[in-house]
């Protein structure tokens, strides 16, 4: 069988350990059609757009300008001194209810479909926002699956070369023991991270609204996610975009008409009544109005509920609206310690580890340093790769944190 020379395996090993593991190619999902499927899919999605046609449908129902007229006829027989004539009578009821009620209820109605049409915009910047989290997320995970692999490749090589140099004499059993201890703790990493990934893609199914055996995994390579916006004051103005809050401030408004509208409740509304009769050879016509007195009902539970209605979504508005730059202002600090930490490894760390694996196989190569203190110099990397893993995962934790309180994409904010 041919061996291969010590020396040039060491220095392979090296090599394949200085430089960064390349995410497992594969087959799958971008981002754009993530968010494109999680459009038509998503359930949280339809049931608001369900919401908003009902809101369409209230408004339609008080667009009239007058309620349906009535129509009633009656006949039957009259007793008269001189005999029995047939009777009909025939009459048609018109209400005519005040202006200015239709115009309260138009204006409420407008309002909902208004805030209905909010809430489905919120809807849609969640589902969004929970796809690009899931999306990265996996991307991380994929990425910590192939170094994990890589290690365990690694790791192998490793164990194969101190049995090679065990057998030559020229190293210990404690070399070889230390590789072997290495392979056991990269394998069971990497059933690890292949669980964690097979997690997240579920997860990232789950946020799109796939089928429970649907398959999916990301494409394509993480984006930079940082830094956020420097101005706290301008993000603190957009809040007053934000879907949920525009939906709460139409609230207000449909509220305010409900409320109008029921303290014109208490104004009766007038019935126009015209009635034909015709008895024998007589006829006759008659035109009159109709009139409901308040006397016992004056529309006092109605405008009650109206009042704590109105009051009730004023309270909510100003909680929803103090609540909002609260959690803005926590996202935001948040996002800022995440990309700080990010950015140590890239302009720091990372630096140094590739200095430091670059002297240790000169080291190595020279005889310096034996098999365990190289393969400690390779566990470093590992494990400051996989914090530097954590670090990216943080981030974009953060960052969904952050969309969400701002109720858009950051690539949306101006």
């Known amino acids: ?53 009902a809101a369409q449908g209230e408004a339609d129902a008080a667009s009239p300008w007058l309620p349906n007229p009535e129509v009633e006829a009656a006949a039957g027989p009259k007793w008269l001194a001189d005999g029995v004539v047939p009777a009909v009578d025939l009459s048609l009821s018109q209400p005519l209810p005040w202006i200015g009620k239709r115009g309260d209820r138009v204006a409420a109605a407008r309002a909902r479909i208004e805030a209905a049409r909010s809430r489905l915009d919120q809807v ?39 049995d090679k140099r065990l057998a030559l004499g020229s190293s210990t059993q404690l070399d070889f023991n230390v590789a072997r201890a290495a392979v056991g703790r990269a394998h069971a990493e990497r059933i690890a991270s292949e669980r964690h990934f097979r997690a997240a893609c579920a ?58 509208a029921a303290d014109l409740a208490v104004i009766p509304d007038p019935t126009l009544v015209g009635s034909f009769g015709h008895e024998g050879d007589e006829n006759t016509l008659l035109i009159g109005l109709a009139l409901p007195l308040p006397v016992w009902n004056q529309a006092q539970g109605e405008r009650a509920i109206a009042r704590a209605a109105r009051e009730r979504a004023k309270l909510e508005l100003e909680h929803a609206t103090q609540a909002a730059a609260r959690d803005l202002r926590a996202a935001l600090t948040s996002y800022r310690s995440a990309v700080d930490a990010v ?8 630096a140094q580890l590739h200095e430091n694996l670059a002297l240790a196989r000169s080291a190595f190569q020279a005889g310096k340093i034996g098999l365990t203190e190289f393969n400690l110099m390779r566990r470093d990397l590992l494990e400051t790769r996989s914090a530097y893993l954590d670090a990216q995962s943080e981030l974009i934790e953060a960052r969904h944190r952050l969309e969400r309180a701002l109720g858009r994409s950051l690539e949306e904010v101006p």
């Open 1 to 53: 069988m041919h061996q291969v020379p010590v020396r040039g395996a060491i220095a392979a090993l090296v090599m394949s350990t200085i430089c960064w593991v390349a995410p497992v190619k594969a087959d799958g999902i971008t981002l754009e059609q993530a968010l494109q499927l999680a459009a038509q899919r998503q359930i949280e999605i339809g049931v608001a757009a369900t919401d908003l046609t």
């Open 343 to 350: 950015q140590s490894f890239d302009r720091d760390v990372v």
């Open 124 to 162: 849609r910047a969640e589902v969004a926002a929970a796809v690009r989290r899931s999306f990265w997320l996996a991307l991380v995970e994929r990425e910590r699956q192939g170094a994990a692999i890589e290690a365990e490749q690694i790791g192998q090589e490793l164990l194969t070369i101190a």
């Open 203 to 260: 997860d990232l199914a789950s946020s799109i609204g796939g089928a429970s055996d649907e398959k999916l995994e990301p494409a394509g390579q993480l984006p930079p996610l940082g830094p956020a916006p420097a101005d706290e004051t301008k993000l603190l103005a957009l809040l007053a975009q934000r879907p949920d809050l525009r939906a709460w401030r139409h609230a207000v408004d449909a509220a305010n008409s409900d409320q109008q």
